[in-house]
């Protein structure tokens, strides 16, 4: 009888990662950092699935008779299935997966494992110990330019062969995933350049519009009441437009619909939504409105929600209270949800003639146009404004709901969860009210006195604080340059400027002529547009930079003057490269 234990050669044995020791996993390929590059700037990691690619795994199921087909990606540390076919797993790591090997460049063509089990490299793998319990395996690279990023590869769970024309069939498959990765890539960029295009067109006249308010607000000559009101209102609705374009422009550019798409949820200040509808309402000449608003002492300030969801309902509901009620009056109550915990609750209220009882049920449904006996075209719902009300609240997971008050008018409500993670409402609540308040008191707040005693102590005790008059005259000589195709505002930023103490400043109108007066004078500071016919904000930089390395002696670099503009420091000069 033998004293040593027998050893079973067969179980598991697992290191930390939960991983048999005896399956390493494939070697790095010698190009892994410019794959892994290559790889992740297709931004196609963790997408949804594509209808595109997964026809190609169907159809390569049924092609080779297999039961899964799979368009794997490579990472780090993982394989990724852009597209499976009888596979329930969204990933495995990296150790394990059989395309690792694929993505060598010593791998032939078509990877081929007739009988995993018997195989060394993967007998003790746990995808072959285990579910899906492969045996067979053939992948074929995804060769993307001179990297390979993965395979289309078919999977049995009995061994099996594979001819040369099979190989050469998968291998033609994969070819035409890369192309559908290579035209997702090109989709994509085309996306963004149109987002980018219609980014400058919505905002550069508004941008134009608000320069030329901004001046006749500043303007010395007294205007009559009536202007001065309107100034205020057009100004209220070009805040209102930009902060709705840059909304909407943000969730196009992450592909997420503007009705329909995923909540963006974050905390945000409720005085500051109640303030942009009170712009909105002002900005509307035909009633004059007077909104009245409640918050309950419990509730406080921030909310936790979709702040562009919330925006657009009350701005929709209050905008209906005023048109339907009477005087222009509205309330507006903010407070917890006392039916649902958790929940806040917005109850707008008007002093109208109140809801008609056959449109309860139908309210909020989208619009069905009906014809009258007289031939009028009219709606049998509450309208487009109330389904896109009732649309934002499906998103953020709440509802809207209406009774008839007892008095007179109706009441809105909309009910929707407000309960965010204790860490991230601490860590951003001081930010968002202090952006609030920064709002409200006209800019952000400022260390420095009018004083000019005070000044004048502050610079005795630091000399790095520079005398008022040393300002108006460095502001004097510094040499500035508009680079700027849209007309109105290329004057009114030299305008501006000048009003600002600076005397010394150049216009251009695309980028082209801005090359020619930057190598002719040295200038400070310059502001460039992207987008500009003929030649672009960026091209003109980049040729300038090149000429300026070569025909122009370098002093010092200039430190960034703002967070809010990408800044490009080039030798003597700081260009600010504007989009409206």
């Known amino acids: 009888m033998s004293s040593v234990e027998d050893v079973d050669e067969d179980a598991p044995q697992l290191d930390s990662t939960g991983i048999d020791v005896r399956c390493p996993g494939a070697p790095l390929p010698d190009n892994e950092e410019e794959r892994l590059e290559v790889l ?11 209808v595109q690619f997964d026809k190609v795994t169907s159809l390569g199921a049924r092609l ?29 790591p990296r150790r394990l997966a059989f395309c690792a090997y694929t993505i060598l460049s010593k791998s032939p063509e078509v990877f081929v494992v007739p009988n995993a089990a018997e195989d060394p490299r993967f007998k003790y793998n746990a995808l072959v110990t285990g579910p899906p319990d492969i045996r067979f395996y053939a992948g074929a690279p995804l060769i993307y330019g001179k990297v390979r ?52 067109n919505l905002r550069t006249p508004l941008a134009s519009l608000q320069l030329c308010l901004n001046l006749l607000e500043d303007t010395s000559i007294r205007l009559p009441a009536i202007q001065s009101a309107a100034i205020v209102n057009m100004k209220s609705l070009v805040d209102v437009m930009n902060w709705t374009i840059n909304r909407s422009l943000s969730s196009a550019k992450n592909h997420v619909p503007v009705m329909l798409g995923v909540a963006q949820l974050g905390s945000f200040s409720i005085a500051r939504v109640i ?7 002002k900005a509307r000449q035909s009633v004059k409105s007077n909104v009245q608003v409640s918050v309950d002492s419990d509730f406080g300030d921030l909310i936790y929600s979709d702040e562009r969801s919330v925006f657009f309902a009350l701005s929709e509901l209050a905008v209906n209270a005023v048109d339907y009620g009477r005087g222009g009056v509205v309330n507006i109550h ?16 008007d002093h109208g003639p109140g809801i008609q009882e056959q449109l309860g049920t139908l309210l909020f449904e989208p619009p069905k146009i009906v014809r009258s006996q007289s031939g009028r075209s009219m709606s049998t719902t509450g309208g487009m404004g109330l389904f896109h009300v009732r649309t934002h609240m499906d998103k953020i997971g709440g509802r809207v709901s209406y009774h008839n008050n007892s008095s007179e008018g109706c009441t809105f409500s909309l009910s929707f969860p407000n309960f965010p993670e204790r860490n991230e409402r601490q860590e951003i609540e001081q930010n968002v009210l202090q952006e609030f308040r920064e709002e409200e008191e006209g800019g952000p707040r400022s260390d420095e ?19 008022a008059k040393t300002v108006l005259k460095q502001k004097e000589e510094t040499r500035i340059l508009v680079v700027e195709d849209h007309g109105v505002i290329r004057q009114m930023m030299q305008l501006r400027l000048q009003r600002e103490g600076y005397k010394k400043v150049d216009i251009a109108e695309n980028g082209s002529i801005g090359l020619r007066m930057l190598k002719k004078k040295a200038y400070d500071l310059v502001f460039m547009d992207f987008l500009m016919p003929i030649m672009n904000g960026i091209e003109c930089v980049d040729t300038f930079r090149e000429w300026e390395s070569k025909e122009r002696t370098v002093f010092h670099l ?5 967070l809010h503009s990408s800044t490009l420091h080039f030798r003597h000069i700081s260009f600010i490269l504007v989009s409206q």
Do not use: M
Request: with cysteine.
């Open 149 to 200: 990023l993965g395979s289309l590869c078919v999977i049995d769970r009995k061994p099996r062969t594979f001819s040369v024309q099979q190989k050469s069939l998968l291998a033609d498959l994969a070819a035409l995933v890369v192309r559908q990765i290579s035209d997702r890539s090109e989709l994509k960029k085309i996306h963004n350049y149109y987002i980018s295009s219609t980014a400058h």
């Open 449 to 467: 006195s009018e004083d000019d005693t005070e000044s004048t102590e502050e610079t005795e005790k630091n000399p790095e604080v520079l005398p």
């Open 558 to 562: 200039f430190s960034p003057p703002s």
């Open 334 to 349: 903010i407070h917890h949800d006392p039916e649902r915990i958790g929940f806040a609750r917005i109850d707008v209220s």
């Open 275 to 281: 303030k942009r509808v009170k712009k909105s309402l």
């Open 64 to 92: 080779f008779d297999t039961p899964i087909c799979l368009v794997s990606l490579v990472d780090q540390k993982r394989q990724w299935f852009k597209s499976k076919f009888g596979l329930d797993a969204d990933e495995t």
């Open 40 to 50: 992740r700037a297709l931004s196609v990691l963790d997408t949804e699935a594509e």
